[in-house]
């Protein structure tokens, strides 16, 4: 025979009686075995209140009576399985005409009229006692209210709960989070910010890991101004202010912002496509909003990379300095003037640049070249080759060195990342530097 077990704690029970969950399995499991059970399937409902029955574990014992499974329920009271004298009827009558026993280990229901009356008595005062729970604990937190302590439970982020005191008092460590939270955000973007404060090595909740989440949830919560909200509004009381008001005011105008506008809309990122990471070799993108940054894609992996945030205007210029002035060393260096119209100048170019890249390779084979001296030379000989066909795709008609220095000064995004496509550019971005590599034309 089986037979089904059902517990229930809500929040206020068990500072009330403390029968804990598994006090009362066992106290019901052990009248399960003398009712002659083979075998005992415990339901449960932990911090739910006996007013309402929209339970999981009592509706899945109830789906398990239905499908005829159970012989028997057993519970410690008549209050676990109901505080509400209507329900604990209809769930003794929905039981009951299927067939299965219902079992009370601290209340005899007998199956007669007054066995009946008893039982609904039982239940009525089951349903006052929930009122009376309720109603006790309002008033408790009202007159906590007035008194200007802390009511809720929540635990915010930021503060610790001085017990003594039932204050908020400042978390220093959290606030120090809070506030670079703040700093951030007219900045980065949620994520971006869980990010960076997580690679500095700060900390969340409880010194578990901050969140995106979470870091949402401080930027729109106002308590930190000072004031926390208790009782769904009823009233707040004052906690130590970790911001002003202009701060946050700056962070929901930045959030709105964000909201509008998805990530890097309307931005050329001149980096995109020819950045890869020093620390992973992922590819770096650009990203973000009013304020822009390029990151790692190997950041949103696992292993995630370890590579910093960088801020795009900031790279970008250093990288378009960096880019320029070699190109601008390159093109310099070319047999100028190239002849017009024809390719004939051009051709002169090439041969001597193959000139170059032989005789280097010459003197590597005959040991008057160290490798490092080899590599250094042939990539200044890919360089001008590059600058040279440049000159020759872009600089039309004339096709002379001034015209790529002239393309040079583009100071369009769009047209420096042509530039940057067509000189075959790869810049390898790292947490210390940005190295500049511009591809020889037979990998393009
Ligand atoms: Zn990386």
Redesign the pocket.
């Known amino acids: 025979m089986r037979i089904a077990t059902y517990a229930r704690v809500s929040t206020d029970d068990q500072a009330q009686h403390g029968t804990s969950l598994e006090a009362q399995a066992r106290i019901c499991k052990e009248v399960a075995a003398k009712l002659g059970a083979t075998e005992v399937v415990a339901y449960e409902d932990a911090g739910l209140s006996g007013a309402v029955l929209e339970r999981p574990g009592l509706q899945a014992l109830l789906a398990a009576c239905a499908a005829g499974e159970i012989a028997a329920v057993v519970c410690l009271d008549p209050d676990r399985l109901a505080r509400n004298l209507a329900h604990q009827l209809i769930l003794t009558d929905r039981l009951e005409t299927r067939g299965v026993e219902l079992h009370f280990v601290q209340f005899e229901r007998a199956r007669t009229p007054d066995g009946r009356l008893l039982y609904a008595i039982r239940g009525a005062i089951a349903e006052f006692e929930a009122h009376k729970i309720r109603e006790r604990t309002v008033q408790g937190k009202r007159q906590r209210l007035r008194e200007g302590r802390v009511v809720t439970g929540t635990r915010i982020f930021g503060y610790s709960y001085d017990q003594a005191r039932h204050r908020f008092v400042l978390d220093p460590a959290e606030a120090a989070v809070v506030r670079a939270i703040f700093a951030l955000a007219p900045h980065l973007g949620t994520r971006a910010i869980a990010q960076t404060l997580t690679d500095a090595g700060l900390r969340g909740k409880n010194g578990g890991p901050l969140r995106q989440s979470a870091v949402h949830g401080v930027l729109r919560n106002p308590s930190y101004l000072g004031e926390m909200q208790q009782l769904r509004g009823l009233g707040c009381v004052a906690i130590p202010p970790i911001i002003d008001r202009e701060t946050f005011q700056c962070a929901q105008d930045a959030l709105a912002k964000r909201r509008r506008k998805p990530a890097g809309h309307g931005r050329v990122y001149l980096l995109t496509g020819v950045a890869?990471?020093?620390?992973?070799?992922?590819r770096?993108t650009g990203s973000g909003g009013s304020r822009s940054y390029y990151a790692?894609?190997?950041?949103r992996q696992t292993p995630r990379?370890?590579?910093p945030y960088y801020p795009a205007k900031e790279l970008e210029a250093l990288v378009w300095a960096k880019v320029s002035s070699e190109l601008q060393a390159a093109a310099r260096a070319m047999p100028a003037p190239i002849d017009v119209p024809g390719r004939p100048g051009e051709a002169r170019a090439q041969r001597k640049l193959a000139g170059q890249r032989r005789r280097l390779m010459q003197a590597a084979a005959a040991g008057r070249l160290r490798a490092e001296d080899l590599a250094d030379a042939l990539a200044a000989v890919d360089a001008r080759d590059r600058a040279l066909q440049l000159a020759a795709g872009q600089a039309s008609p004339g096709g002379q060195p001034q015209r790529v220095l002239h393309l040079l000064e583009a100071t369009e995004p769009a047209a420096r990342r042509r530039i940057l496509r067509a000189a075959g550019v790869r810049v390898v971005i790292g947490p210390q530097t940005a190295e500049i590599f511009l591809r020889p034309a037979s990998e393009q």
């Not at 890869?276 to 992922?282: E, K």
Request: a positive charge; aromatic letters at 0%.
């Open positions: 890869h990471c020093a620390v992973c070799g992922g770096i790692c894609t190997g950041k990379c370890s590579a």
